[in-house]
């Protein structure tokens, strides 16, 4: 994998741009005129955007141009003529889904909180990608499908985990194995949308949920975000430990600021 600052060419080869505007980053998949379809180079750019985030940055939002968030996997890299750019047809091994897996992974980090903002179509690796942010805001037209199974084959860009976390193991395997497409009423009763508004009013949701993020102090908010994301697998003496662990060393930097 590359190093060193991304380029203008691999931000167009993986269809995506990136703005950073002081502590927060905005992704947006960039394709429209194909729903964002995500390529190898998307997931691997993805992990280069986690990898060279600048230092500063609290929020990443990522979001999706046109219609759609995503259509999920380009089905063409499915087939012999392939994508121009993208490694061809060919067998794979699990080192070459973990390169992918890595565009994903990341978005769980302490130190940030990523938020999907999420209208039309999500589909697949879209579903996927909305799942690996912590929040989801979504537009009331939402979408949400995980179609691999309708493809031969399994969720596998870290998508299963948070799914099962969220709607549970029967609602995750129901929603996989049916493919079925989960509507806006029934994402929000689900768990899968922290919040559903009008598609014009995606944007400004987002925006307020960033401010009121962004209203936290930064060990605060990565201390709870670390308490959160580990108390799923903790019992509640190791949970109970982890809130003591991270409020004495929050207690102990405030006094150290106070201090002359
Ligand atoms: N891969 C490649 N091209 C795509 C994809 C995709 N996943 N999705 C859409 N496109 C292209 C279409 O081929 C079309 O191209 P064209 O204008 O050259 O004909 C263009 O994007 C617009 O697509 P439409 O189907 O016309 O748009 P519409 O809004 O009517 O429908 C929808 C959108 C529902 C997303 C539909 O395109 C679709 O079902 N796409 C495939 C979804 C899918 O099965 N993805 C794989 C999931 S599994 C995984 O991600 C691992």
């Not at 609290?58 to 219609?67: I, M, Q, S």
């Not at 019992?235 to 600021?257: D, G, K, M, P, Y």
């Amino acid at each position: 994998m590359a190093d060193g600052p991304i380029t203008d060419a691999e931000f167009q080869q993986a269809g995506l741009r990136l703005a950073v505007d002081g502590a927060v980053a905005t992704i947006t998949l960039a394709r429209p005129e194909r729903r964002n379809a995500l390529t190898f180079s998307t997931w691997r750019t993805l992990a280069r955007i986690g990898d060279t985030l600048p230092d500063g940055v609290r929020v990443v939002v990522v979001r999706g141009e046109g219609p759609a968030f995503s259509a999920g996997i380009d089905l063409r890299l499915f087939t012999a003529e392939g994508v121009p750019g993208e490694d061809a047809l060919a067998p794979r091994d699990e080192e070459f889904i973990r390169g992918l897996q890595a565009g994903y992974l990341w978005l769980r980090r302490p130190d940030i909180v990523s938020i999907a903002a999420v209208q039309g179509h999500a589909i697949g690796g879209g579903f996927q990608l909305a799942l690996a942010c912590d929040l989801r805001v979504v537009a009331d037209d939402v979408k949400f499908a995980m179609k691999e199974p309708a493809l031969g084959i399994v969720p596998d860009l870290t998508g299963t985990k948070p799914l099962v976390d969220i709607v549970g193991v029967p609602r995750a395997m129901e929603l996989c194995l049916t493919t079925r497409t989960v509507f806006a009423d029934e994402a929000a009763r689900l768990g899968l949308a922290e919040l559903v508004v009008p598609v014009a009013d995606l944007g400004k949701a987002v925006d307020d949920l960033v401010a009121a993020i962004l209203a936290v102090r930064p060990s605060t908010a990565a201390a709870t975000k670390r308490l959160l994301r580990a108390a799923p697998g903790n019992t509640l003496e190791e949970q109970s430990a982890a809130e003591r662990r991270e409020q004495v060393a929050l207690l102990n930097e405030h006094i150290r600021e106070q201090s002359p």
